[in-house]
């Protein structure tokens, strides 16, 4: 098993950053491919971004294509969504989650990954 970890939610201002932190414990030689989602309330889960350890390129939502960027460290089994230019739209609970199947990130917006963190709640006020 993999259990996955978020931190770095909070409360800021439209134009403001913030920084999550995800990291993963476990069974974490399993794990190829690492993400984010978000769900704002009354909304769907949606993707925002991951990336694959195999080094190939991360793959983005058009929705903050330009304005968040994910990184990892794979010796840290930890990866981070810098989010810069927040907007109100961007407020949602925001899932870190993992997969030990996935090695192009742009699947990971198709085909949910099987390990799931808690949620980190980020707040964007106008």
């Known amino acids: 098993q993999v259990q996955v970890v978020e931190s770095g939610g909070g409360l800021v201002q439209a134009g403001g950053s913030l920084r999550l932190s995800c990291a993963a414990s476990g069974r974490t030689d399993r794990v190829t491919a690492m993400g984010w989602f978000r769900q704002a309330p009354g909304a769907d889960r949606e993707f925002v971004a991951a990336?694959?350890?195999?080094?190939?390129?991360?793959y983005y939502a058009d929705s903050v294509k330009g304005r968040f960027t994910i990184s990892g460290d794979k010796s840290k089994n930890t990866v981070y969504l810098q989010m810069n230019s927040l907007k109100p739209e961007d407020t949602a609970v925001y899932f870190c989650?993992?997969?030990?199947?996935?090695?192009?990130?742009?699947?990971?917006?198709?085909?949910?990954?099987?390990?799931w963190g808690q949620g980190t709640q980020v707040t964007v006020s106008s």
């Open positions: 990336l694959t350890w195999s080094g190939g390129s991360p």
């Open positions: 989650a993992a997969d030990h199947l996935i090695v192009l990130a742009q699947a990971m917006s198709v085909v949910l990954p099987e390990f």
